[in-house]
């Protein structure tokens, strides 16, 4: 088999499962990276180099690998924009926190969003009570929104921050 065309099935390979991978852990927020979520992703970059390029480890094999994974990308951007199953699978949808004042515990935990994180975004927002809210969203880049239906909403932006559950530390 050509060599370079066994890099681009490798790496496709990898590509694949590591597109598999990140979505079935069900990582939500992968703009709010942990200093474990970036020791995890720099591990797995390197534990899946010689699965993609074997031992070619030239410059023409890696640029080789490299360009493959630019392409699939192009075009799963593509697909994803016309394949809307495809993009539900891929792409995390945002999730309803408060809706009518009435929280969403379920949610809330299953998200392992804290009274105190959505408090915090509350008075981001200037609301101080669960009841004034008519809609809190938390978004897929991992902003929480909040919508009062008041006339005198602010335009605000609340970053969730990882805390560190063993030390209570912001991360």
Request: aromatic share 8%; net charge positive.
């Amino acid at each position: 088999m050509n060599p370079y065309l066994d890099i681009a099935l490798r790496s496709l390979a990898v590509y694949a499962f590591m597109l598999i991978a990140i979505r079935l852990t069900g990582k939500k927020e992968l703009s709010q990276l942990n200093t474990i979520d970036v020791v995890l992703i720099l591990l797995i970059s390197n534990a899946v180099q010689n699965a993609m390029v074997g031992n070619n480890t030239s410059l023409l094999g890696g640029l080789a690998a490299a360009a493959v994974l630019f392409i699939l990308n192009y075009i799963l951007k593509k697909i994803t924009f016309k394949n809307k199953k495809l993009r539900d699978f891929i792409f995390q949808h945002p999730e309803i926190l408060i809706h009518d004042g009435k929280l969403n515990f379920d949610k809330l935990s299953h998200l392992g969003i804290t009274d105190e994180e959505l408090k915090e975004a509350m008075r981001e927002h200037g609301v101080e009570h669960y009841k004034d809210v008519k809609l809190a969203i938390f978004e897929v880049d991992g902003n929480i929104s909040i919508i009062t239906g008041t006339k005198d909403l602010k335009q605000t932006h609340f970053k969730r921050k990882k805390v560190h559950k063993s030390l209570g530390l912001n991360m």
